[in-house]
């Protein structure tokens, strides 16, 4: 069995280094896309800041060590698990791809599966959308105008193209 993904991360991210094998095309260590909360957070083992909203709306989870909302948070809604976002280097996207990385190392990571869009707010900035190997899920990077990774998110659809999280 995986080692409790909280402990796993927070170590990682407080030792600056990547936590590889945590992000993954169907969820997050052993959070998979489609649970409720509650069993969210048994599978998390650790402290999160938040709550899920009863009526079904969108929600963001966050590690308790998160220091700043743009670096890290889970997305529910309608009570379930349906995304990930990262806004640090520290984590790697499933097949290697991180903040930082400029448009050619991702294209060169992912191939012919990058389909790339212009970004809905920043002139000459691009989201590159990769689909998982099963079409369940997608990795979203999103560029700066000078084609540098800034973030990126994994998850299900609709909520991963959801451009501004929960709002």
């Known amino acids: ?15 600056g280094q990547s936590s ?3 992000p993954r095309f169907d969820g997050y260590g052993d959070m998979r896309f489609g649970m409720d909360e509650a069993a969210f957070r048994r599978a998390w083992q650790g402290d999160l800041a938040g709550t899920v ?6 929600s963001v989870l966050r590690p308790v060590w998160v220091k700043q909302p743009r670096d890290f948070g889970f997305l529910f809604e ?15 996207a499933p097949g290697g791809g991180k903040v930082g990385m400029d ?28 689909a998982s190997p099963d079409d369940k899920s ?30």
């Open 1 to 15: 069995m995986a080692a409790p993904a909280a402990r796993s991360t927070e170590s990682a991210a407080e030792n």
């Open 78 to 92: 309608q009570g379930r698990f349906a995304r990930y976002d990262v806004g640090t280097a520290k984590e790697a």
């Open 103 to 130: 448009v050619a190392g991702i294209r060169a990571r992912y191939g012919d599966r990058v389909q790339a869009t212009p970004h809905k707010y920043v002139a000459g900035a691009q989201y590159l959308r990769v």
């Open 53 to 58: 909203d009863a009526a079904g709306g969108c």
């Open 138 to 167: 997608a990795l979203v990077f999103e560029t700066d105008a000078t084609g540098k990774v800034t973030r990126w998110r994994v998850g299900v659809t609709p909520q991963i193209d959801y451009v501004e999280g929960c709002g």
């Open 20 to 22: 590889e094998g945590l």
